[in-house]
């Protein structure tokens, strides 16, 4: 089993930044890959962001490209989404999963471990 916690969720103005943070504890986190999703009120849940076991490849959603990074430090068991130039249209609850696949099948593959996730709300 692994267990993930989410931190870091806030309000903040548009154009502002956000560091999101997932806890892992349990299994061997180091070999699991990490996705971020986000669901905003009304909406379905969408693929964020995802980094591989060893952080050498990441995938984004084209709407977040070039304005979120992913990251992983494995020593800490944790994962991380840095949100840069957020908009309103970021606001969602940010969750964050893992499982061990390839980071091409973190958007679309059921994964097993998700943590209870976290509101990010921007302003206007």
């Known amino acids: 089993q692994v267990q993930l916690v989410e931190s870091g969720g806030g309000l903040v103005q548009a154009g502002g930044s956000l560091r999101l943070s997932c806890a892992a504890s349990?299994?061997?986190?180091?070999?699991?890959?990490m996705g971020w999703f986000r669901q905003a009120p009304g909406k379905e849940r969408e693929f964020v962001a995802a980094i591989s076991w060893n952080g050498g490849a990441t995938a984004y959603a084209d709407s977040v490209k070039g304005r979120f990074t992913i990251s992983r430090d494995n020593a800490k068991n944790t994962a991380y989404l840095q949100m840069n130039s957020l908009r309103p249209d970021d606001t969602a609850v940010y969750y964050c999963?893992?499982?061990?696949?390839?980071?091409?099948?973190?958007?679309?593959?059921?994964?097993?471990?998700w943590g209870q996730g976290t509101q990010v709300t921007v302003s206007s």
């Open positions: 999963a893992a499982d061990r696949v390839g980071v091409a099948n973190i958007p679309k593959a059921p994964l097993n471990y």
């Open positions: 349990g299994r061997a986190f180091t070999y699991y890959a």
